[in-house]
């Protein structure tokens, strides 16, 4: 038995009332996703066990019982213009593309909309915390902005309004997606490069991070504040004061700014270092 046979039942023997979302039966529509004992899945694809805790998604409004509200989702889709507008003329079928240069984006189409990994996602809990768009309407994102063929300048627009590196790479949307995409190596990660090759100003952060390991073999949270922040990191004394306490940063090996036996290493394989150290 499925957890939608159990829904059924519960819809047909018990609370006729009960709201929920189902459409294929089959892993095809992406609509029934739930929670079940604390993890985001289908409810037509996993098995139903005897006892379940069942939920509704999370980080989405809900409307009643296990359905929710789609709009967050749908609204930050929509403004991403996801379709494909060419820089250079249709050369009539077939194209010349190389499936290296294809390959995430028709990853990305095997998206059902299904919204698990948005329910999964720390980073959409935070709330309006930070602008993220957050992993599901990035993956519909990553369908055209990691086509070849799309128009750089349209691109550019969608990723400016993605709040994209403020995903932690935590791999939690990955672990849930029913469809196997592979979230943040082939779309999230992706979609950061082409952020910084076309948005610069965009990827500090990163850059900086970057250069930091390069050059001492290592991380160090406190020249990353410093880089970023400047001398404005001063003002904010009791942070920085939790953060020593914490163990986090050690101004003394910022200042001296050692580098570790990974240094070279770490040089020869981050052979491009973009920010000052
Ligand atoms: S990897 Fe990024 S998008 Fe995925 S759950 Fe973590 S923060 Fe969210
Ligand atoms: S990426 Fe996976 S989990 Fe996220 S909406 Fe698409 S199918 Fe669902
Ligand atoms: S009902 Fe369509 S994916 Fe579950």
């Given at each position: 038995?499925r957890?939608?046979d159990?829904?059924n039942?519960?819809?047909?023997?018990?609370?006729p009332?009960l709201?929920?979302?189902?459409?294929?039966?089959s892993?095809?529509c992406?609509?029934?996703a739930?929670r079940?004992?604390?993890r985001?899945v289908?409810a037509c694809w996993?098995?139903?066990?005897?006892?379940m805790t069942?939920?509704?998604?999370r980080?989405?409004?809900v409307?009643?019982?296990?359905v929710v509200?789609?709009?967050?989702y749908?609204?930050?889709v929509?403004a991403f213009?996801p379709?494909?507008?060419r820089?250079?003329?249709?050369?009539g079928?077939?194209?010349p593309?190389l499936?290296k240069d294809?390959?995430n984006?028709?990853k990305?189409?095997?998206?059902?909309?299904c919204?698990?990994?948005y329910?999964?996602?720390?980073?959409?809990?935070l709330?309006?915390?930070?602008?993220?768009a957050?992993?599901a309407?990035?993956?519909?994102?990553?369908q055209t902005?990691l086509?070849?063929?799309?128009d750089?300048?349209?691109?550019?627009?969608?990723l400016?309004?993605?709040?994209?590196?403020?995903?932690?790479?935590?791999?939690?949307?990955?672990?849930?997606?029913p469809?196997g995409?592979?979230?943040v190596?082939?779309v999230?990660?992706?979609l950061?490069?082409?952020a910084?090759?076309l948005?610069?100003a965009?990827a500090?952060?990163?850059?900086?991070?970057?250069?930091i390991?390069a050059?001492?073999?290592r991380i160090?949270?406190?020249?990353l504040?410093?880089?970023?922040?400047?001398?404005?990191?001063?003002?904010?004394?009791?942070?920085?004061?939790r953060?020593?306490?914490?163990?986090k940063?050690?101004?003394?090996?910022t200042?001296?700014?050692?580098?570790?036996?990974?240094?070279?290493?770490a040089?020869?394989?981050?052979?491009?270092n973009d920010?000052?150290?």
């Open positions: 038995m957890v939608l159990a829904l039942h519960i819809a047909e023997y018990d609370a009332d709201a929920y979302r189902w459409f294929c039966g892993k095809m992406g609509s029934c739930i079940m004992n604390g985001e289908l996993e098995a139903a066990v005897p006892d069942i939920e509704p998604l980080n989405l409004p409307i009643r019982d296990l509200d789609r709009t967050p749908e609204r930050r929509v213009e379709w494909l507008e820089s250079a003329p249709y050369l079928f077939p194209e593309l499936h294809i390959k984006a028709s990305a189409l095997d998206c059902i909309s919204m698990a990994c329910s999964a996602c720390p980073v959409i809990r709330g309006d915390l930070t602008d993220f957050g992993p309407p990035l993956v519909q994102l990553g902005a086509d070849p063929r799309n750089p300048a349209k691109v550019r627009r969608a400016e309004r993605s709040g994209i590196f403020n995903c932690v790479s935590c791999y939690k949307c990955e672990e849930v997606c469809a995409i592979p979230i190596s082939q999230i990660e992706p950061k490069a082409k910084a090759e948005l610069p965009m500090t952060h990163p850059r900086v991070f970057r250069s390991v050059s001492r073999g160090d949270p406190g020249a504040v410093l880089h970023i922040q400047g001398w404005r990191a001063l003002t904010r004394i009791p942070r920085l004061f953060m020593l306490f914490r163990g940063i050690n101004p003394l090996r200042l001296v700014g050692t580098r570790t036996g990974a240094a070279n290493a040089k020869r394989v981050l052979s491009r920010a000052p150290t």
